[in-house]
């Protein structure tokens, strides 16, 4: 099973960008399906972006469509989500997730492992 990490969270106004990183260690990183979550205070973890195993297929909740960008880099054993056009909605803790069966899902429970997740403020 894969460990990961996120990094890249940060304060930034609404309208700009950040990366966010998710690093696996362990085996096999490349067989994994990885997934982006957030959660807002009060709120229900939701999902964000999914890219299956080798990069082929991805897909967005609604609200990012066009403004986030999942990708990976599978020699390097990490997950990227590429954020722009940020909005104060999107403030959040941001998670990463493993799927072991290496394919494209919205549901948590799909998912094997999850980093401890990195915090997105977005100011108005």
């Known amino acids: 099973q894969v460990q990961l990490v996120e990094s890249g969270g940060g304060l930034v106004q609404a309208g700009g960008s950040l990366r966010l990183s998710c690093v696996a260690s362990?085996?096999?990183?490349?067989?994994?399906?990885m997934g982006w979550f957030r959660q807002a205070p009060g709120k229900e973890r939701e999902f964000v972006a999914a890219l299956n195993w080798n990069g082929g297929t991805a897909y967005y909740t609604d609200s990012v469509k066009g403004r986030f960008t999942i990708s990976r880099d599978n020699a390097k054993n990490t997950v990227y989500l590429q954020m722009g056009s940020l909005k104060p909605e999107d403030t959040a803790v941001y998670y990463c997730?493993?799927?072991?069966?290496?394919?494209?899902?919205?549901?948590?429970?799909?998912?094997?492992?999850w980093g401890q997740g990195t915090q997105v403020t977005v100011s108005s």
């Open positions: 362990g085996r096999s990183f490349s067989n994994y399906g």
């Open positions: 997730a493993a799927d072991r069966w290496g394919g494209v899902s919205t549901t948590p429970n799909q998912y094997d492992a």
